[in-house]
T-cell receptor, first 112, second 114 residues
Framework: DTGVSQDPRHKITKRGQNVTFRCDPISEHNRLYWYRQTLGQGPEFLTYFQNEAQLEKSRLLSDRFSAERPKGSFSTLEIQRTEQGDSAMYLC??????????FGPGTRLTVL | GESVGLHLPTLSVQEGDNSIINCAYSNSASDYFIWYKQESGKGPQFIIDIRSNMDKRQGQRVTVLLNKTVKHLSLQIAATQPGDSAVYFCAEIESSGNTGKLIFGQGTTLQVKP
């Protein structure tokens, strides 16, 4: 257990529905990252927060995706109008000033 | 069960043997590298890291080697155990960039035979 928690661990939804995932970082870790991982591949960067500021978004993050980190603590990732291609593991990682990132257990999304 | 230099998607070794997992990275400006272990249904778990000013770093039963000339990393696991069975990923960071985002390489599935 790295100390990074994610909720829910699994989510099954129908195409077109909205889903929201939550990440709780290690306490006082000011950097938070979201990644997406599809089967058989390594995680791919989606977006990054330094405290409450979202500083970079990957081109993988279409306009159906939005992420927030109010107050610089927990973060949420919302996907609107889900598509089958959104099915993946969504991973959150945090670090506290070093380069080492610690990952949460992920949220497995299945879009039917 | 060793493979040197070549990335293999799957590596099968006998329990007790040494394992070598290889990775090629893409960005010559990357200066920090991490090996992660990922078990089924779990997030990546930090194993060991190395900065570009080093060519070797040792941990408990694990050693990472870095060859910047050919942009190659390897992870050596001594006396491989069944609990080492997982997918292993290398990741790189260009620390001078603003984000510190990780760029992951191809994973290698390590299978340990009892």
């Amino acid at each position: 257990d790295t100390g990074v928690s994610q909720d829910p661990r699994h989510k099954i939804t129908k195409r077109g529905q909205n889903v929201t995932f939550r990440c709780d970082p290690i306490s006082e870790h000011n950097r938070l990252y979201w990644y997406r991982q599809t089967l058989g591949q390594g995680p791919e960067f989606l977006t990054y927060f330094q405290n409450e500021a979202q500083l970079e978004k990957s081109r993988l993050l279409s306009d159906r995706f939005s992420a927030e980190r109010p107050k610089g603590s927990f973060s949420t990732l919302e996907i609107q109008r889900t598509e089958q291609g959104d099915s993946a593991m969504y991973l959150c990682a945090t670090n506290g000033g070093t380069d080492t990132q610690y990952f949460g257990p992920g949220t497995r999304l299945t879009v039917l | 069960g060793e493979s040197v230099g070549l990335h293999l998607p799957t590596l099968s070794v006998q329990e007790g043997d040494n394992s070598i997992i290889n990775c090629a990275y893409s960005n010559s400006a990357s200066d920090y590298f991490i090996w992660y272990k990922q078990e089924s249904g779990k997030g990546p778990q930090f194993i060991i890291d190395i900065r570009s000013n080093m060519d070797k770093r040792q941990g408990q039963r694990v050693t990472v080697l870095l060859n910047k000339t050919v942009k190659h990393l390897s992870l050596q696991i001594a006396a491989t155990q069944p609990g080492d069975s997982a997918v292993y990923f290398c990741a790189e960071i260009e620390s001078s960039g603003n984000t510190g985002k990780l760029i992951f390489g191809q994973g290698t599935t390590l299978q340990v035979k009892p």
